[in-house]
């Protein structure tokens, strides 16, 4: 009787109690295993890319789309945060292409959204959260957690992004019996494009 006197205080019901419950538990299931998770201010990304916050529902799938494919490449674990209401599309919790979305409503409440996402993670997996906002930075410095600006993120992105065009409209190129194999000195471990390119604010 006392937990269901604290739902009726607080105004949660149990069906949403349960529901934040089990969008929790698959995001800790889909980071198991995970070197590296990412937790990326989607809206600050945009701006880096676009110069502009504002999205249109049609251009948050977009950026789901491109950070999806760098984050196969990566083989990282991308969450992403937008400052607006879901997407009747993606919902609140849900994966777009292995890329766990989270909304936070409004802007101010993009910082709690973020934090809270960080010390659910925090344990499973080695988390850096990228934002350019100033005020976020400052939070997460005093939690003790990783934090890469949007600038540079765009960087390791447009990079990748880069090498797989040059990959795609090279032709391939036959190799004689004498001719040695290609090093392996400059393949790329898992991640490590975006882990080489990290600005860690302490």
């Known amino acids: 009787m006392r937990e269901f006197a604290m739902f ?14 089990r969008m929790w538990w ?6 198991k295993g995970a070197r590296s998770t990412y937790i990326v201010d989607g809206s600050d990304l945009n701006q880096e890319l676009r110069s502009r916050r504002r999205m249109a529902p049609r251009e948050q799938l977009a950026l789901l789309d ?11 674990k991308l969450v992403v945060v937008f ?5 009747r599309k993606v919902p609140q919790g849900a994966e777009y292409r292995d890329v766990a979305v989270y909304y936070a409503g ?4 993009l910082a709690d959204t973020i934090l809270n996402l960080m010390h659910k ?9 990228v934002t350019s906002n100033n005020q976020l930075e400052d939070r997460i410095r005093q939690s ?10 765009r960087k390791a992105l447009e ?38 390119m990290i600005d860690v604010v302490r």
């Not at 698959?26 to 980071?31: C, I, M, T």
């Not at 400052?83 to 997407?87: A, I, Q, V, W």
């Open 8 to 21: 009726r205080r607080t105004g949660v019901t149990m069906k949403s109690f349960l529901k934040n419950i």
């Open 26 to 31: 698959k995001l800790r299931r889909s980071v």
């Open 66 to 76: 491109r950070v999806s494919r760098f984050a196969r490449r990566e083989n990282i």
């Open 83 to 87: 400052e607006s209401r879901p997407l």
């Open 106 to 109: 409004m802007r101010d409440n």
């Open 121 to 129: 993670l925090r344990g499973r997996t080695e988390v850096t959260v």
């Open 144 to 153: 003790g957690g990783r934090i890469m600006r949007c600038s540079t993120f």
């Open 159 to 196: 990079s990748t992004s880069g090498r797989e065009q040059r990959r795609e409209r090279r032709p391939p190129r036959r190799r004689s019996a004498e001719q040695p194999a290609p090093s392996r000195r400059e393949s790329r471990g898992p991640g490590d494009t975006v882990e080489s």
